[in-house]
């Protein structure tokens, strides 16, 4: 079958600038006509039909060089190029581009871990490394230093990075952790942020900034440049680690566990990025749904009291570790006991005592910073593959919280579909990601849920509630709705984008920002 | 259900495959005259058990999947290296997995089952397989009842080497479903293209 292409190019056009980029790097890392490796590179989890989105043409540099062969390329014939590190994060289309016809330009290759400093607790890495292998580096060479891995073990470090992700560890900000970047612009120029810029440093991976403007946010969550490397802070191995959880008897409960949990965050009493996680998101990774009900819509209270019951969990789940010295851990505890333990029905659960509970050891490993896949088997709750993630920011106000839950739950449950979500808590604000779970073999199930996404996403931010990220399928929608000042946010985001990429071959239409050649059929911005 | 202690034990060669260095396990297996087919099941449930039971006789290697669906992961890593093709009875995050990984070396699903109990005592079959083998595998599917595992298992080896144009085909049927089922299992076949 033809591959399909973006409109304004030729098959011959098409063809002519794949052999030349075969040519500059080698035609074995270029995957295209019917290559069944090609096959990968769909997201067949989404609310999107049949297989939406899927690339031209897949092509994997080894270095800046090969990238800025590709470059020169792409620019010459006008490709698209669809840049990902692992292709990983399913609940927001994985390796697959905004638009079908679109060349991946996968860096797994680059996947090399350039330093890692045990001293100063950093590492320099490619874009294809993933939290597995740095995980294994650093265990396989006895380095005392924790990463801090997305839910998905698989997952790419800097791709993660890049598009915001949080963790579980004290350093579950991964924004705030990265330490210097470089970055390939589209018309091939190379440069380092921070101190990188400085020849002979040292310091490039120890501070942040550098000498003017800082940059490196510019190319998160963007489509202006391709980042090449990047410094992760790591967190030195503390002398003990204490993970718990805390349940809860009542869905009303959620307003006082987040009224509780600010202050210790904000104060830093927890110290890691701590989640208050909805009963059946714990549940699904061990049953599934027709385990205790095979009728239509959501599951029944009854049901879901049977199976708090069985298998000892809350209506939430608070999750969160303590780190350092025992006697300064059992101290924070007895803190802990008083706040959020003392909360009516709360009961507070050891590591010792859920030794044997599946969502307990997948939780306690993340936040010891040890990847692993168990999360992924939340994806069984309906059977049929569908997932996709809603996730609005708020302040960490139980105000907020109930609102955000009362909301999305009511919505939900008009559309058939269970509530299954988390609130995960940062230093003053939460993410709370709803995982909206499909059956994807049931195309009026599909459809349904594709609607429900779209109309969370208006009545969210009517509420003042914007996503932090989101699937390929509602970047549009998103950035429609960060619209302050007649959208001037994004109308500076497409000057950027002209300024940085006028041919508009990197990731068009990424997070909303469409570049001049496309801009008439697809922006709202003007 | 077979516990994994018994899995590992003796019900399977391929069970004792992880346990063994892999050249036991090459000699244990060599022996049978089988198409070159690992197979996956997740026995936390009766119905993999049943998958295993009879794919085992079959197949070069079994291996066995829990809680964690990322326990696919160096089973399949193990089969493409040796350009194995894969037969699975598993849920869909362990294929889901299984795909993404054995798709990036080139490797096609060239069967899939869904299987999705309707209520507790019936069962809709959604294939997508060649098109001979629609007629085939209707009246075996409807005579099983809850024993489909079995069936389904017994035409992996038919449908390993075949390569046809897929088509989708949907029947129910009675099947009771097992107190632990999870009520939506997936078998599958991925081949080196």
């Known amino acids: 079958m033809a591959a399909v292409l973006p409109d304004w190019l030729s098959p011959q056009q098409f063809s002519t600038a794949i052999d030349e980029m075969a040519n500059a790097i080698g035609k074995q890392w270029v995957i295209h006509d019917g290559d069944p490796k090609l096959r990968s590179y769909r997201d067949s989890f989404s609310t999107l039909p049949g297989d939406a989105n899927v690339p031209s043409a897949v092509i994997a540099p080894d270095g800046i060089e090969d990238i800025q062969a590709i470059l020169k390329i792409a620019n010459e014939y006008r490709v698209p190029l669809w840049p990902i590190s692992t292709g990983r994060n399913f609940a927001y289309g994985g390796p697959a581009p905004r638009m079908p016809g679109y060349v991946v330009l996968d860096l797994k290759r680059m996947n090399r871990i350039l330093e890692v400093n045990e001293e100063y607790a950093y590492a320099l890495v490619e874009p294809g490394v993933s939290y597995f292998q740095l995980y294994e580096y650093l265990q396989k060479n006895n380095i005392k230093l924790w990463i801090d891995p997305a839910a998905p073990g698989w997952g790419g470090i800097v791709g993660n990075t890049l598009e915001h992700g949080v963790g579980y560890t004290p350093y579950g900000d991964h924004f705030m952790m990265h330490c210097g970047m470089e970055v390939v612009l589209p018309d091939g120029t190379l440069f380092r942020t921070g101190q990188g810029s400085l020849p002979e440093t040292e310091s490039w991976q120890v501070f942040q900034y550098g000498f003017g403007p800082i940059l490196d946010g510019v190319f998160s969550q963007s489509n202006f440049g391709i980042v090449t490397k990047m410094g992760m802070w790591l967190m030195p191995e503390p002398p003990g680690y204490m993970p718990f959880l805390i349940t809860y008897e009542n869905e009303d409960d959620l307003a006082i566990i987040t009224e509780t949990v600010r202050p210790l965050k904000v104060n830093m009493v927890i110290p890691n990025g701590a989640f208050t996680v909805d009963l059946l998101w714990d549940a699904a990774v061990k049953v599934s749904k027709r385990q205790y009900y095979s009728g239509k819509g959501p599951i029944p209270d009854s049901a879901r009291k049977k199976i708090m019951s069985d298998y000892k969990l809350g209506q939430w789940n608070f999750y969160a570790a303590l780190y350092g010295p025992p006697p300064m851990m059992e101290n924070t505890l007895q803190v802990i006991r008083d706040t959020l333990g003392a909360i009516p029905g709360a009961r507070l659960w050891t590591a010792e005592e859920r030794k044997h509970d599946a969502a307990f050891q997948y939780r306690a490993k993340l936040m010891r910073g040890e990847p692993n896949m168990t999360e992924f088997g939340l994806m069984n709750w309906v059977g049929g593959g569908g997932h996709i993630n809603f996730s609005p920011i708020s302040p960490t106000t139980g105000e907020d919280a109930m609102r955000q839950y009362e909301m999305i739950k009511k919505r939900s449950h008009e559309y058939g579909f269970d509530y299954i979500g988390e609130f995960a808590v940062g230093w003053r604000d939460m993410h709370h990601v709803y995982m909206l779970m499909f059956d994807r073999t049931d195309e009026e199930e599909r459809q349904r849920a594709h609607e429900l996404f779209g109309l969370l996403i208006d009545e969210a931010a009517a509420a003042g509630y914007g996503e932090y990220r989101t699937h390929l399928a509602f970047m549009d929608q998103v950035a429609k709705t960060y619209s302050w000042n007649d959208h001037a946010l994004w109308k500076l985001n497409e000057r950027l984008k002209d300024a940085f990429d006028p041919n508009g071959i990197l990731a068009p239409g990424k997070q909303g920002i469409w570049p001049a050649h496309m801009r008439e059929k697809h922006s709202w911005t003007s | ?193």
């Not at chain 2, 063994?20 to 993999?48: H, M, N, S």
């Open chain 2, 1 to 193: 259900m077979i516990s994994r202690r018994e899995f590992l034990r003796g019900g399977a060669v391929a069970g004792i495959a992880s346990a063994l260095p892999a050249g036991a396990v090459i000699a244990a297996t060599q022996a049978k005259p089988t198409i070159a087919f690992d197979a996956i099941c997740d026995t936390r449930y009766e119905e993999g058990d049943q998958f295993l039971r009879t794919v085992s006789a079959q197949a070069y290697r079994v291996h066995g999947l829990d809680t964690d669906p990322g326990s696919v992961m160096p089973a399949i890593a193990d089969a493409v290296a040796e350009g194995r093709s894969i037969a699975g009875l598993t849920t869909d995050a362990a294929l889901l997995l299984a795909d993404q990984l054995a798709a990036a070396e080139g490797y096609k699903l060239t069967y899939k089952g869904v299987h999705k109990h309707l209520s507790d005592d019936q069962i809709e079959h959604q294939l997508t397989l060649g098109q001979r083998w629609q007629a085939s595998i209707e009246k075996p599917l409807i005579e099983a009842d809850s024993a489909w595992p079995e069936v389904i298992a017994s035409l992996m080896t038919t449908l390993v080497p075949d390569n046809q144009p897929l088509v989708e085909h949907r029947l129910t049927a009675t099947a009771k479903r097992h107190p632990n089922s999870p009520g939506h299992l997936v078998s599958w076949i991925l081949q080196p293209a």
